[in-house]
Each structure stands twice: as C-alpha cells, then as structure tokens.
T-cell receptor, first 111, second 111 residues
Framework: KAGVTQTPRYLIKTRGQQVTLSCSPISGHRSVSWYQQTPGQGLQFLFEYFSETQRNKGNFPGRFSGRQFSNSRSEMNVSTLELGDSALYLC??????????FGNGTRLTVT | GEDVEQSLFLSVREGDSSVINCTYTDSSSTYLYWYKQEPGAGLQLLTYIFSNMDMKQDQRLTVLLNKKDKHLSLRIADTQTGDSAIYFCAETLSGYSTLTFGKGTMLLVSP
C-alpha cells in the first residue's frame, strides 16, 4: 500500500509570492491533516479536512488555507509569503479515530 | 491547556537500552503516540497506546503510561545505530486528528 505522498519535496519562493503544496493520502483514508515544522516552534497543527470539509483549524493567519477534493487529495496554499514561513510542511492521513500516517513533507524556503 | 514536554537529548551505546520520557498535561488525552523522524524525512509512527492501558510491547519497543503522573516513556531494547533519530511524543483526544507534539528527543547511538 502506498504511503502518504507529498509534492513537491523542495520549493524555493520569494517573499510576497504564493505557494500551493499537494498531498495524496493513503488509499481509503478520508482525513487529511497538515502540520508545520520549524526549529523554533516545533510541530504545529495547521488544519484538518474530512470529506472535503475543514473539521479543525490551528492558530495560523488567514494566509494559510487548504482544501480537500472528492478523492481525498488535499492542497494547502500560503499567500503573501513571509521569511518566517520557511519550514517543513507535513501532511498526514488517517482513518476515522486512528493514528496519523505522515508523508515525507515539502521543504519550503522563502528568500 | 495542552503541553507536552520531553528531554532534548539522549546518548547511549549500541546494545544498551534507551528510555525516552515524556510528560503531558491534558488529563483527557485519549491516545498517546511515539513518532520517529530521521534526517530529511517525515514522521514514522512507531507505536501508540490508549489511555486506559498501562503498557504496550511491540518487538524491541515498550511503552509505559502512568496516567496519574501524566508520564509516558518509550524503551528501546538493544539499541542500534540505525535507531539514531529524533523521537516525538504526541497526544490527542478521542475522535480528533489534532496532535499536540513535544519538541522531540534526539537519540544518538554510538558504536
């Protein structure tokens, strides 16, 4: 069974630009969550989607948004990028009320 | 509020046992997890325990939960150099996919 797939693996953007990251969950998993990992703040929850609906949201500004498609694939978007948005963005998928399985992440560098 | 704390660093010799500790503050946490992160990779689910259990063993891994003290530990028997990584403790509530992570413990295994 294929794991969680995130694309692209690496991304370099300039301040002020926007970026879209993609996540394909494990087959059959309908819940997709996104986390940001930085050296200073550690792992922080961004949002969770289930059946195309945002079910929970972390404490991030409105520049961070996401969506989920009918096939459970998910995207997250960050607009007006800031230097502090440089991080590893991790996507995780799960069955209902089951452990999260993470992808290898997208490393975003904002210059 | 929720908070998960871990010691930052542990160094052991190959063949020894490693014990990584974690404390959490949310007494209503239902699931507690251990994830492993190797350089450049995402999070690998190692094991998890329900809050109504005291212990769980899975091959070289033993998880102990002291719910009264809100203390969770991960014991790795016969530690190998390939076990060198960062280990994260995380908690969540039943029915939710929102994990609260500790800052991670870096385990260094020397030959």
């Amino acid at each position: 069974k294929a794991g969680v797939t995130q694309t692209p693996r690496y991304l370099i953007k300039t301040r002020g630009q926007q970026v879209t990251l993609s996540c394909s969950p494990i087959s059959g998993h309908r819940s997709v969550s996104w986390y940001q990992q930085t050296p200073g703040q550690g792992l922080q929850f961004l949002f969770e989607y289930f059946s195309e609906t945002q079910r929970n949201k972390g404490n991030f500004p409105g520049r961070f948004s996401g969506r989920q498609f009918s096939n459970s694939r998910s995207e997250m978007n960050v607009s007006t990028l800031e230097l502090g948005d440089s991080a590893l963005y991790l996507c995780a998928s799960s069955l209902e009320d089951s452990p999260l399985h993470f992808g290898n992440g997208t490393r975003l560098t904002v210059t | 509020g929720e908070d998960v704390e871990q010691s930052l660093f542990l160094s052991v010799r190959e063949g020894d046992s490693s014990v990584i500790n974690c404390t959490y503050t949310d007494s209503s946490s239902t699931y507690l997890y251990w994830y492993k992160q190797e350089p450049g990779a995402g999070l690998q689910l190692l094991t998890y325990i329900f809050s109504n259990m005291d212990m769980k063993q899975d091959q070289r891994l033993t998880v102990l939960l002291n719910k009264k003290d809100k203390h969770l530990s991960l014991r790795i028997a016969d530690t190998q150099t390939g076990d060198s990584a960062i280990y994260f403790c995380a908690e969540t509530l039943s029915g939710y996919s929102t994990l609260t992570f500790g800052k991670g413990t870096m385990l260094l295994v020397s030959p």
